[in-house]
């Protein structure tokens, strides 16, 4: 089945270059997008389309390492949403409870 | 090395699931780069792009098989299902606390009742980003 391991192989590399013009187009937002949280969401949105990169790179060369790395990604990338959230609307990142 | 394992129903699985997770990252991006507002361009990014990478997960999880990477694929979906929504939720609450306009005729459900405002602005954005707003 060399035809058909062909096959996968390119529909995953055809996902590989829509996914990446997709950051790209992301990219426009986070450039040009109006507010802050706009380019809070469409950064959000390009860690999101980075974890799918690397499952599909996982997909494309075989070794399971790279769905660890896109764990490890959307790891970053959640806590990083988070982080910016929570900047944007107290001024500071780690609160201190002012009782005691 | 290009080593796509799977052949036969694996292969097709593998194939049409990439296609669907492709799809949806490819209508999550549309809708963020045309829809006219922060809260319009959350509810366009969260769901479609939280679908289209499960869908690249599972194809991972269909290739790997059910152990190893193939868990991890599991568990990264459930990471995902948890986590993006919660993202999208904050960023909405400190865009509504910001001062970013709404589209005209829609606003921030329970604005008026102050006690338990913060249980019912939770579960309002959660409606917000769940619902397209009629303007």
Redesign the interface.
Known sequence: MATEAAFVTLAIDVALIVVAGLCLLCGYRVVVGPTVPDRVVALDAIATNVVAIAVLFALKTGRGLFVTVSLVLAIIAFLSTVTVAKYVTEGDIITRRDEP | ????????LA?IA??AL??I??FF??V??IG??RLPN?YN??HA??KP??L??AA??F??FV??GPG???L??L??IV??FL??P???H??????Q??G?PFLSGVTWPAEDSDEGGEKAAARAAEDDDAETPES
């Open positions: 090395m290009s080593a796509a394992e799977a052949t036969g292969g593998v194939v990439v296609v997770g492709v990252l490819t999550g991006t963020l780069l922060v361009r959350m990014t969260s792009t939280t289209g990478t690249i997960f194809a991972g290739q790997f190893g990477a193939g991890t694929s568990v990264g990471f995902l986590t993006v919660t993202g999208a904050m960023i909405s609450r400190a865009a606390k910001t970013v």
